[in-house]
């Protein structure tokens, strides 16, 4: 077995659980009773789901540079998932005190 066939397999196996993961996050988007609870299931299951998106990718990147690309990419979704969900939960948190 070649390389670029385990590769191949690495990815489709990544890509594909990472695309489950997007999914199950849309469930619980969709399901979930209240806003705190969807905020978590989306948050948790979109970064987790981008992180094997692009690990799934790293070998089909050309080189080493665009794998720090999709490093990159990864890393300021997270950044900016944690910081939006922050500020979306800190402002239910503070609607619900609110007389």
């Not at 077995?1 to 993961?21: E, F, K, Q, R, Y």
């Not at 299951?45 to 094997?52: F, K, P, S, V, Y």
Request: include cysteine; charge should be positive; proline fraction near 3%.
């Amino acid at each position: 077995m070649s390389m670029g066939l385990l590769a191949d397999i690495a990815t489709i196996v990544l890509v594909s659980a990472g695309a489950l993961l997007f999914l199950a996050g849309a469930l619980g988007l969709l399901r979930f009773p209240d806003s705190l609870s969807r905020l978590h299931a989306i948050s948790k299951a979109d970064n987790l789901g981008l992180g094997l998106i692009v690990l799934g990718l790293m070998p089909q990147a050309g080189s080493i540079a665009g794998g720090l690309k999709l490093v990159c990419v990864w890393l300021l979704a997270q950044l900016s998932a944690a910081t939006a969900s922050q500020l979306l939960a800190r402002a239910l948190q503070r609607d619900r005190t609110r007389p």
